[in-house]
Structures are given as structure tokens and as C-alpha cells.
């Protein structure tokens, strides 16, 4: 256990060389993801869903126009989340990054798509990678993909929350 401790410390040493607004970005997306990731793992789904907003059809979601620039608060706060994902001590796969960043974009009164998966045919899938997960996470703003990408084509959207 010391060790992984040692080795997130290190990771997160990284985080402080960002200096300024990119340190401050990077400690609210750890914290969300942390926070994230404990709801996902002691919460029921119903109760982790109300988190993610408000339940629409995949199907009835206007196809995306990109409205800003890779260069968006959106673009840095899916940088953020990915950055942190990959530096704390505990793992934090696409659930938490999507709710995180989510609640990020939110806050900052920006507009965002948590999108669902499962992969369409689960048994060809492990069979082509057996570490791969049976469903997934997606996050997008403003036509811009935040967390989550790419997406495997084989998995099936089955559910959104705007």
C-alpha cells in the first residue's frame, strides 16, 4: 500500500509544475473524481443517475455542432479530468471522469451530453480483448468530445442525460 501511495504522490507532484490556473483546474477535477467515484461505487445507479442530469432518448439528441474552438473551457476541463484520472491513488474509469467533468462544465454554465453504452455483442467482445469493459461513459459539450474518446463502434448507446 505504501508504495502506491508513494507512486500517486509522485503523479501528483507533477500537477504543481502546472502552476496558476491549471493547478487550481486539476485539484476540483480530482476532488469531483474522487467524489465521483465514491458515489459510483457505495450508491445505487438510480440514485448515481440523478447526478448525471435529466434522462433522454439517444435517439432524440440533435446530432452535435462543434460551437467552439479546441481551445474551450470545456477543451481545458476534459484535459483537467483526464490529467487527474491519471495521477490518484484510486482508479477512476469514464463514470466518475463523465460525472466530474459534468459537474466541472456545469458550474462554468456550460451545456453537456453524459451518454451510456454496452457493447453489442458482450461475448465477441471479451473474446477480442478480455480486459475490456462490458459498458461505458462518454462525455461531449458544444460538439466537443470532453471524457471517454473514442468510442469502441461495437458499443450500443442506450441511454443520455442533458
Known amino acids: 500500500m505504501s508504495g502506491r501511495i508513494a507512486l500517486a504522490r509522485r503523479k501528483l507532484a507533477s500537477a504543481w509544475r502546472?502552476?496558476?490556473g491549471r493547478?487550481?483546474?486539476v485539484a476540483e477535477a480530482s476532488l469531483l473524481l474522487l467524489g465521483a467515484r465514491l458515489a459510483v461505487a457505495l450508491l445505487p445507479f438510480r440514485?448515481?443517475?440523478r447526478w448525471l442530469g435529466t434522462p433522454v432518448s439517444p435517439s432524440a439528441l440533435p446530432e452535435p455542432t462543434p460551437r467552439t474552438g479546441p481551445d474551450s473551457?470545456?477543451?481545458?476541463?476534459?484535459?483537467?479530468?483526464r490529467f487527474a484520472a491519471?495521477?490518484?491513488?484510486?482508479?477512476a474509469v469514464c463514470l466518475p471522469q463523465a460525472m466530474a467533468a459534468r459537474a466541472m462544465l456545469k458550474r462554468r454554465g456550460i451545456a453537456a451530453t453524459v451518454h451510456l453504452g454496452v457493447m453489442r455483442d458482450h461475448e465477441a467482445a471479451l473474446a477480442r480483448d478480455p480486459d475490456a469493459p462490458p459498458a461505458h461513459a462518454w462525455l461531449d459539450?458544444?460538439?466537443q468530445r470532453i471524457t471517454g474518446y473514442p468510442v469502441d463502434p461495437a458499443l450500443v448507446e442506450v441511454a443520455a442525460f442533458v
Open 73 to 81: 473551457r470545456a477543451a481545458r476541463v476534459g484535459w483537467a479530468v
Open 86 to 91: 491519471g495521477r490518484l491513488p484510486v482508479e
Open 47 to 49: 440514485r448515481v443517475a
Open 18 to 20: 502546472l502552476g496558476g
Open 141 to 143: 459539450a458544444s460538439g
Open 23 to 25: 493547478l487550481l483546474l
